[in-house]
């Protein structure tokens, strides 16, 4: 029996594979219908999704097949939703990113950020969130958290070591006054065995006690730096509209469904409701691990953080040496650092919302003919065209910048910003499958009328009040995110959310906005996500110390997002009314 239960196990993403299409294939046999037929691929996927039996990506490539071959959409039709305007915003939003990555310029902005905070202990968490936040907004959360773990494992390190130092100075001294006046010249002429004994000796109950006291401290202010880093980097990607990938699903679902919307969603729109928000879910983080893992009278000179004369201490030193080892910035640092400002500056003015952006001043207004993933193409091809060094001749170089002068030779022309080879090892292009499946799917949906009969089967939640709504479904993705990838929770939710607020007559923002950032709050468990998983694989971390923290955090979470939603988040859309774009879903 036992062996049959490990071959079970040992097999159980083909016996998925190969039973769960017969098991739901009575669903569409039954029900000859359209829509059965597309809540047949629907469940299929989630499940395939959830149980990750085949790769994401391959999954969220079923619809190429399965839509054409039941008759639900032509394979012409299903092909083009692989390939969508916010595919090409996710794309060059992580060309800019891995051109970020790749010259080292997040690591500069990081050790300079927390050089200029420092190392205090009341600080020191602090400095590290703010900094991962910041990264997070535009590289992702995976290289954010492994870059920044590194860093408080050095400073902690260093912390620890220099504390050891000054408790063995500090016996050094007690014990050397209590030698006895005129003992002291006899100490030293004990012979070689009393010396070999006198060395042998275990550390005094009092060393002992103090020891294991330090490293139980130093063990919490692990623990708290690693959760506050890895928690930063997942509440920073919520920031921006390319922070991370369900909020490009957002956008492209409501584009897909509400082709009217006016562009709602855009760069400007959504930082404007989500960093206030991220703030705010950020100091509340931030206070919470406080409270668990330093508590809020944790001092100074209890942390072994006691500076010198000269206001730094040796962990300060051991930034600053990190930050001295980048040397001064070279040409292409600073060429990817103004090419990254011009494109958030380009960004927010195209539609800023409160006035006419160069978007709608140049080209058409009445069509949004420039978007957001028009400026991050151009933006990121000029990564492809302009070099990494300045024109040069001879040996003249000062710190990156050439001199120019008249050639004596030929010289090899510098390499670009970016390259193939390295966008090619780094982009994630699984991602931009699994944003063209949850297109697809969406489409599939209203083509089938899928959307309209679940419109019409959730109407009567129409008599329960919106903001208790609200609250439910975002603790309900919140909890599901925790088991499942947060792409396909959106994937996979945002549909239907969409169909339930157009049946009862709600702003249909209300319910996906939300329930999107709640995708990302993803903090109990080690394999809810890979910033989780970083920090786990560090060795401090327990199962129960991530449950612990993250599952007040993610009630935290739901209700600073809510509380987001019904203040400004009412004036920024119009949420108190059901807007005309949304009536497309639900006209046969």
Partial sequence: MAFFIRWLWKYLNYLIIFFTPLLILPLPLIIPSLESRCGYVIILMALFWCTECIPLAITALLP?????????????EVCIQYLKDSNMLFIGGLLVAIAVEHWNLHKRISLRVLLLIGVKPALLMMGFMVTTAFLSMWISNTASTAMMLPITSAVLQQLSDTEAQAEEREMDLVTSKA??????????????????????????????????????????????????????????GTATLTGT????ILKGQVDELFPGNGDIINFASWFGFSFPNMVLMLATSWLWLQFMYLGFKYSEKSSGCVANKDGDTEAYQVMKKEYKKLGS????????LVLFVLLVLLWFTREPGFMPGWGSALFNKDKP?????????????????????????????????????????????????LNWDVV??????????????????????????????????????????????????????????????????????????????????????????????????????????????????????KVIDMAKAGFILNIFGVLTINIALHTWGMAMFDLHTFPDWANVTTTP
């Fill in 245 to 248: 990938t369900p909020n490009l």
């Fill in 329 to 336: 910035m070279s040409f292409a640092e600073v060429s990817v």
């Fill in 64 to 76: 190429v097949i399965l839509f054409p071959m039941m008759g639900i959409m032509e394979s012409s």
């Fill in 369 to 417: 003919y420039v978007t957001d993933g028009t400026v991050a193409i151009f933006m990121s091809t000029l990564f492809f065209i302009i070099p990494s060094q300045m024109p040069r001749c001879g040996k003249a170089n000062v710190d990156g910048f050439s001199v120019l002068c008249k050639p004596r030779s030929p010289l090899k022309p510098p390499p670009a910003l």
């Fill in 179 to 236: 030698w006895p006046e005129g003992l002291e010249n006899q100490a030293f002429e004990m012979d070689d065995t009393t010396e070999d004994r006198a060395m042998s000796t275990k550390e005094s109950p009092e060393a002992e006690q103090r020891r294991l006291k330090r490293e139980q401290k130093y063990l919490n202010l692990s623990k708290g730096l690693s959760l506050s880093v890895c928690y930063a980097s997942s509440i920073g």
């Fill in 424 to 541: 090619h090892e780094k982009m994630p292009w699984n991602i931009i499958l699994l944003l063209g499946g949850g297109f697809a799917l969406a489409r599939g949906s209203e083509t089938s009328g899928l959307s309209l009969w679940l419109g019409k089967s959730l109407a009567p939640l129409q008599f329960i009040p919106p903001f208790a709504i609200s609250i439910l479904l975002c603790m309900l993705v919140a909890a599901f995110t925790e088991c499942f990838s947060n792409t396909a929770t959106t994937t996979l939710f945002l549909p239907v959310l969409a169909s339930m607020a157009t049946a009862m007559k709600l702003h249909p923002l209300y319910v996906m906005l939300p329930c999107t950032i709640c995708a990302s709050l993803a903090f109990m468990l080690p394999v809810a996500t890979p910033p989780n998983a970083i920090a786990f694989s560090y060795g401090n971390l």
